[in-house]
């Protein structure tokens, strides 16, 4: 059964830290794979991934696959208040151009 | 640019009654996806319509539960004689195209179901 794991399921940290959030994969056929982060409200898109070894950077945030070992990590640094939320990880379905199978998601709180 | 515009935010009903959730997409997409969240679990797709067709709904639960996207008006996710097991999140997304994982879908804000 294809699915997608993300850990840790919650996580504290204080302001400033760094974290590294983790979601491993079991699809076949893969072809991408999606970082979210759901607030409370709509989850926001951060990065896609299709490529072992290529690192995704926006500001504090960054991400790489490894399609060798199925997984991928979302590194933030500098953690800040505001970077506190649930961060979704979904990879495609196979079969499908649309369909997402999605992780249950990391919940981050930064404390100040 | 309003972005995917989902509405009730909240919504109560009781056991039995009703319940219409409503989705306008972002300007210029015409693809729109249903997802529903349970506390504490991914988001589990239900639904993608285009313009007055349903394209797959392999993730509808098979009785009480349709959706519609009209040629005028939002896509309407429709759940009838509601039960306690159908308190959710519901997620709308929209897309411009329908290769939508290559690229990331735009959420709306859900709305959340309240069964009492």
């Known amino acids: 059964e294809d699915k997608v794991v993300q850990s840790p399921l919650s996580l504290v940290v204080h302001e400033g830290d760094t974290v590294t959030l983790n979601c491993s994969y079991e699809?076949?056929?893969?072809?991408?794979l999606l970082w979210y982060k759901q607030e409370k409200k709509a989850p926001t898109f951060l990065f896609m991934l299709?490529?072992s070894g290529i690192e995704k950077k926006s500001g504090r945030l960054s991400s790489i696959l490894d399609k060798k070992e199925l997984f991928s990590i979302l590194n933030i640094t500098a953690t800040q208040t505001g970077d506190s939320a649930i961060y979704l990880c979904?990879?495609?379905?196979?079969?499908?151009?649309?369909?997402?199978?999605w992780g249950a998601g990391t919940k981050l709180i930064i404390k100040p | 640019n309003a972005g995917v515009m989902q509405n009730p935010r909240h919504l109560v009903r009781r056991r039995g009654q009703e319940a219409r959730l409503r989705c306008s997409p972002m300007?210029?997409?015409?693809?729109v996806y249903w997802y529903r969240q349970l506390p504490e679990e991914g988001l589990k797709f239900m639904v993608y319509?285009?313009?007055?067709?349903?394209?797959?709904e392999s993730g509808m639960p098979k009785e009480r539960f349709s959706a519609e996207f009209p040629k005028e008006g939002p896509s309407i996710l429709r759940i009838q004689q509601v039960v306690r097991g159908d308190s959710a999140a519901y997620f709308c997304?929209?897309?411009?195209?329908?290769?939508?994982?290559?690229?990331?879908?735009?959420f709306g804000s859900g709305t959340r179901l309240t069964v009492v």
């Open positions: 997304a929209s897309s411009p195209s329908g290769d939508s994982i290559n690229y990331g879908y735009t």
């Open positions: 300007k210029g997409h015409s693809h």
């Open positions: 319509l285009q313009k007055e067709n349903i394209i797959d």
């Open positions: 699809v076949t056929n893969f072809r991408s």
């Open positions: 299709t490529s």
């Open positions: 979904a990879v495609g379905r196979p079969g499908s151009n649309y369909q997402l199978i």
